[in-house]
């Protein structure tokens, strides 16, 4: 069953413009990461945010994580076309030893 | 340079035929898994292995066989007694098992499709 739900599906913006994608899970988890997959290609690690950090930076992504809220968002600042891809978020549950990933949210940036 | 090689990129296979799919790490990594992804949903885990000579059923293991004889060494065979093969199948690798904190590195997947 899948932990992670993300929101939007889909989100099209134009460049230059911040995207925002959410991502919710069921149970408590260690860590949450974030993934990106372009089309037709493996997936790439962005970054991971444990249990007990509220946000974290890297580059023009800010991840945050609700544990209360069973909640985290990806924010991808100044977006670029290079930008165009799926996100993941994949949780580490507290309960398993499996990676559950989400089903992804499909970026298009607009050149 | 280091990563996770799989072959082939791309696979056509007859009903009741067994296909192997390989996965290959130069990463010194202990822990491998394969992934399904079906278009519009996320990925599903099949089988993992944290050490070689040893691997445990994901969450669609049905269908599907692996071995672990060498460390860097990962083959997935999808069996005829998959029902629904036509997918998209990643191999990944870590590190460490999941739980310690162990990012994934990812092959660029194989499309299996089932004429």
């Known amino acids: 069953s899948q932990q992670g739900e993300e929101d939007p599906q889909a989100l099209s913006i134009q460049e230059g413009e911040n995207a925002t994608m959410n991502c919710s899970y069921k149970?408590?988890?260690?860590?949450l990461q974030w993934y990106r997959q372009n089309s037709g290609r493996g997936l790439v690690h962005l970054i991971l945010?444990?249990?007990?950090?509220r946000e974290k930076h890297s580059g023009r992504l800010r991840v945050t994580l609700d544990t209360s809220k069973k909640s985290s968002s990806l924010l991808i600042t100044a977006s670029r076309a290079a930008d165009t891809a799926s996100y993941f978020c994949a949780t580490d549950p507290v309960s398993t030893d499996k990676l559950i990933f989400g089903t992804g949210t499909r970026l298009q940036v607009f050149p | 340079d280091g990563g996770i090689t799989q072959s082939p990129k791309y696979l056509f296979r007859k009903e009741g035929q067994n296909v192997t799919l390989s996965c290959e790490q130069n990463l010194n990594h202990d822990a491998m898994y394969w992934y399904r992804q079906d278009p519009g949903q996320g990925l599903r885990l099949i089988y993992y292995?944290?050490?070689?000579?040893?691997?445990q059923k994901g969450d669609i293991a049905e269908g599907y066989s692996v071995s672990r004889e060498k460390k860097e060494s990962f083959p997935l065979t999808v069996t005829s007694a998959q029902k629904n093969p036509t997918a998209f199948y990643l191999c990944a690798s870590s590190i460490p098992a999941f739980r310690k904190d162990g990012e994934l590195f990812f092959g660029e997947g194989s499309r299996l499709t089932v004429l």
């Open positions: 945010i444990r249990s007990n950090e």
């Open positions: 292995s944290q050490i070689v000579n040893d691997f």
């Open positions: 149970t408590s988890i260690n860590n």
